[in-house]
């Protein structure tokens, strides 16, 4: 018989948080509106009514050192001083070398029951329910920067399943810089700020990261995908996920299949524009961190379904003439399409950024029966790299004990000792064969879930550092990206390659980049040539004969609009029964109403005017940016000083029409910008023509009443944005 630990901080079972005292307990949960949410109180310690030093001595004071007098020397004896200020000194360990700023969430994974003919994996079973911790990040940038910069986005799973912990590191991009995980160094030191003075923060608009991916072409696929829209996500919530590389997938019968994972948001895949994502980096650096947490705590679970594209296993490993070993490729969806394997939705928040979402330590490499890696030769070198990396990140080999990293699987291993064992052991034959132990553990076959590497016959073959042909095709598949996207988001495109390309200060790689967008396509070359002012280089290779992909455009389809914000700019002139009952309408679909008005404190509700609830003011015109929402009402044509102003000219009998206050013509006009749904009633025609806002254009409705408002603005967020608003690219 294998035996367990019977240390429970070996890893054997998942170990609940204590609990706080009664006492200890935080206020009541809220929503961002200030509703109850109903979830348990925040916990706001982490046990016991008395703070105690580390060993459990009750203290009577932390606020003063100990000291000879009042006026006195400080003593070296006063251990509480010590202890408070050495652990304080080591509270920080070194952040992640990439994806270093991260959000995460708590959920759970049930499977369909549809991966059985390809995988054995037990928790793709039908209605099998695995418990994950999902973790989104950002790749450049440090961990205290902003969530809204232009990147790649990690989409990092971990399946606590009963086989043991599965981990899918992916990202929300499909595709990847480079084919061989030996030059990771080299795109993150291009990427990562400059070493002389360390700028930019969280940004690729710089020389070093345009030099190498100009010259190290095979990077050009990844790029165009980090120049789209794709680069700006709306949300965590409205990304794709994908696993990348292709896996290997076993059956029960032993067969094998080769798969390419993908996330699908229920949401849609969204994004900002480009100036939005701007301004929300300066005014609300942790808008996605926010935004699922927010999410979350409301009740608004955020969805995705996993689905695989499965291709037959054969010595080639291609499809459709697509290197399936070549991370820089995909497999078009209308050539494979994904088929829906399970279904996660996140259910909970963090309790502690530090223990939960700092500590948690993923590796592609955590892999469960039926599910195995193949050669793509990228993932090779992540196998050894993530291992690796949490012994100096999480300080030695044992952060597998770290609850947030504890396999809910019982866990029987013989490795020992080592820089923050916690568990304490039994026996004393940790090493195989023994006779001391009873001859345990023992080793596990096929038959009782043991994870066996499929047995791939491998070719007669000599050591090269060589690649094969089909890794040199840099371009064909770029193009097939941009020839797949739709006006708005070509332009998009254009404009983030200008952008970039403009923030560079040498001419060279302005120009090589400029060969590189040549062999995308012409059009793209010469708008972006253009805008930096260069001549546009003819295409060094044949362009390719590629077929747009549907699938990879963003457009074109309707969405669910739940969790989505909405502006309700409004003043003591506004129609606040139309206000309330919009507010109503809009929490009842299950979006987020926020009043935005002069100042703070609540709307109507006076005796002498309006009699109705007060209505809680959200935002004022001073703390509102329009990027906070996802679409606008106004409610009239606020005034400078509406409500001073208002109430006086009203009682005086002689209403005075102020201008429009100029942060409301901001609000509207930013907006408007962005082609976000825009409604009013109420007068609101006069703010329109103030901002020079045309009333009839796509995605304005001016409208009779608070409600039919609502109702034009809601059809147009239903495809998130007014898209015909943007101009075509040329
Ligand atoms: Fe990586 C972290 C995703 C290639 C080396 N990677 C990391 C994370 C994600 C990815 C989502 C954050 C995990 C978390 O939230 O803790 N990485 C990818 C994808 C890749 C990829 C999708 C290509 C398909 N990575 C890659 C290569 C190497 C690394 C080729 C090294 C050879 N990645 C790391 C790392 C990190 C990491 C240094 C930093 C922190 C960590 O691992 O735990 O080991």
Redesign the pocket.
Known sequence: MATENSDSTAGSQPVEPRQPAPDQQGPETVSPTGQPTGAAPARVAQSGAYLTTAQGARLYDTDHSLKAGERGPVLIQDHHLREKITHFDHERIPE????AR?AAAHGVFQGYGTAAEVSKAAFLGKDVETPVFV?F?TVLGSRGSADTVRDTR???TKFYTEEGTFDL???NIPV?F?QD?IK?PDIIHAGKPHPDREIPQAQSAHDTFWDFVSLHTEATHHTLWNMSDRGIPRSYRMMEGFG??TFRLVNAAGDSALVKFHWKPKLGVHSLAWEEAQLIAGTDPDFHRRDLHDAIEAGAYPQWELGIQVFPDTPEQTFEGIDLLD?TKIVPEELSPVQPIGLMTLTANTTNYFAETEQ???HPGHLVPGIDVTDDP?LA??LF??LD??IS?LGGPNFGQIPINRAHAPVNDMLRDGMHQSAVHTGVAPYRPNSLDGGCPFLAGADTAAFVETPVPLPETHKVREAPASFSDHFSQPRLFWLSMSPPEREHVVAAYTFELNKCRQRTVQERTLEVLANIDPGLCAAVAEGLGLPAPAAGVPLAAAEPSPALSQLGETWPTDGRVIGIVADAAADLDGVRRVRQKIRDTGMTPLVIAPTGGTLGGTPDGDSGEPLPVERTYATARSVEFDALLFSGAPGAAADALGARDAKAGTPVPQDPDPRVLLLLTEAYRHGKPLGGWNGADRLLAAAAVDSSAPGVALADDATSALDAVLATLTQHRAWDRFPPAA
């Not at 992640?96 to 994806?99: A, E, N, S, T």
């Open positions: 992640r070398v990439v994806h991260g973790r990040s990690g989409f990092a590191v992916g990202n990847f480079i995980a990771f990348i590389h991370p948690v330590a993923f990228l070198g992540r790299s993530y990396t949490q990140r």
